[in-house]
């Protein structure tokens, strides 16, 4: 049961990068090189408490679909969705927003169990578990990087 955590320190407002982070246009851009697309639920705007969301992408050569439901939030500051159908065996996934006098701290913390047992904490070991830091990494640098900037715009 690997969990994944990473804290970045984003300069704008909780609210906009916790908006970046719920939106399905923003989640869409920043997973772009796995083709990921929403394709079931909610497919567009700001994902809500109770919503879900199917998305569709391809994972090391194969098309996968997961569905995600919104389970807790507390705006702007937490959310958490969780896997409802997919690849793995489970994921429990929340995103933190405290204010800071500079901005925000954006933690992000994806716990998941591997399906298939003893294969699957294996596969962990040799490379899922490093590809889902760079997975998420790389998605929440895109939203650092959009927040500073549309920070930076309206002030």
């Known amino acids: 049961m690997p969990i994944i955590k990473s804290e970045l320190v984003i300069k704008a407002p909780p609210?906009?990068?916790?908006?970046?982070?719920?939106?399905?246009d923003i989640h869409m851009q920043s997973t772009s090189e796995?083709?990921?697309?929403?394709?079931g639920g909610r497919i567009s705007g700001?994902?809500?408490l109770g919503e879900t969301v199917t998305w569709e992408a391809v994972h090391f050569g194969v098309?996968?679909?997961?569905?995600?439901?919104?389970?807790e939030m507390e705006a702007p500051y937490r959310f958490v969705d969780e896997m409802v159908a997919g690849a793995f065996k489970r994921f429990y996934h929340v995103h933190e927003f405290t204010p800071t006098e500079n901005g925000t701290i954006m933690v992000d913390i994806f716990d998941?169990?591997?399906?298939?047992?003893?294969i699957g904490r294996f596969a962990d070991?040799?490379?899922l578990e490093k590809y889902m830091e760079?997975?998420?990494?790389?998605?929440?640098?895109?939203?650092?990087?959009?927040?500073?900037?549309q920070y930076d715009e309206q002030t």
């Open 46 to 48: 700001l994902i809500e």
């Open 134 to 149: 760079r997975f998420l990494l790389t998605r929440n640098l895109y939203i650092k990087k959009l927040a500073e900037t």
């Open 125 to 127: 070991l040799l490379f």
């Open 112 to 118: 998941y169990t591997s399906p298939y047992g003893l």
């Open 63 to 71: 098309r996968q679909q997961l569905t995600a439901k919104i389970t």
């Open 15 to 24: 609210q906009v990068c916790f908006d970046l982070a719920r939106s399905i």
């Open 34 to 39: 796995t083709s990921e697309r929403a394709i």
